[in-house]
């Protein structure tokens, strides 16, 4: 039997869309609107914005926001201060009709410090190394790094 969530008296979580088994530390806000799968653990100051979806067996480490139109799918792990942005053209008080979407495949890895661009997804099992700069769709199973991201190779189906 998977036990009911756990939620630190120091966080802010609106949410009920939060699933069994989930952890959730100290300093993390989670909006009304985000729906939070099974057995995740989100880490201290974490943050997530209404319109997002985080799957089953997720990890999100500290100092990640997710924002609006981001996705995670189940067991996915995001590294620390990993940076999803979901607005290509910001501007103080402008706000586009509707944000881009951005998606995280099933268990794919983004690494600390890496910054995903709105609108891109990162295909299954691929690996986003540390501090990559991501400004376009990465392939199924592709390890990508540097600033631009660019493929440095495809993982097997065993890793």
Known sequence: MIPPPRIHPLSDVQSKSIGAGTVIWQFVVVLA????????NL????FVENDVVVGDNV????????????????????GPNATFTNDLFPRSKVYPEKF????????????????ILAGVTIGERALVGAGAVV???VPDGAVVVGNPARVLRILNSNG
């Open 59 to 78: 990890t999100v480490k500290c100092g990640v926001q997710l924002w609006d139109g981001v996705t995670l799918e189940d067991g996915v792990f995001v």
């Open 33 to 40: 609107g985000a729906r939070i799968g099974k057995n995740c």
């Open 43 to 46: 880490n201290a100051q974490v």
């Open 135 to 137: 400004t376009k769709d």
């Open 100 to 115: 881009a979407r951005t998606l995280v495949k099933s268990g794919a890895s983004v690494g600390a410090n890496a910054t």
